[in-house]
């Protein structure tokens, strides 16, 4: 009479049959693709920013290829990619005085003078864009020196 039901074996070995359909579940949904439309909506909204600005967006993405006015994004659940309506956008290349810019700097400590400044923007445009592995953030900033200006972006 206090003895143990003979349907708790059973009981059990369902529930862990049952738990371990769920977990093959939750592990077989498919990620999202990266959202390159997000990216893009913040590298505008800085690049129409009346007083200059900058943003950091989270990327979510394994790799990102930056162009003058557009941005691909590839990750584990596909690509995607926008436009930047509002360019040309600068992207930066790793490793440039253009990096030491959007890392915080002043463009004069950095260049000579704003025609130098423009020049490396330039450079840094009409470089094919190519895939780069992505870091955490997408980093964007508006700078101005004397009358150059531009919008730095890089991850």
Do not use: C
């Not at 920013?49 to 290829?65: F, K």
């Not at 790793?94 to 400590?109: A, F, I, Q, R, W």
């Amino acid at each position: 009479m206090f003895g143990m039901p003979a349907e708790t074996t059973w009981v059990w070995v369902g529930l862990a049959v049952g738990s371990a359909v769920m977990l093959g579940v939750v592990l077989g949904v498919p990620t999202a693709a990266p959202d390159a439309d997000r990216a893009a909506t913040a590298i505008e909204d800085v690049a129409v920013s009346e007083h200059g600005g900058e943003a950091v967006v989270d990327l979510r993405a394994q790799t990102v290829r930056l162009g003058p006015e557009r941005i691909g994004l590839r990750g584990s659940g596909g690509r995607s990619h926008a436009s930047i309506r509002y360019g040309p956008i600068t992207p930066v290349p790793p490793n440039s005085s253009l990096g030491y810019v959007l890392d915080g700097h002043s463009p004069k400590s950095v260049f000579v003078n704003p025609g130098r400044f423009g020049a490396a923007m330039h450079q840094a445009r009409i470089q094919p864009p190519e895939w780069r592995p992505a870091g955490e953030t997408l980093r964007i900033k508006q700078v101005h020196y004397g009358e150059v200006s531009g919008v730095l972006v890089a991850t």
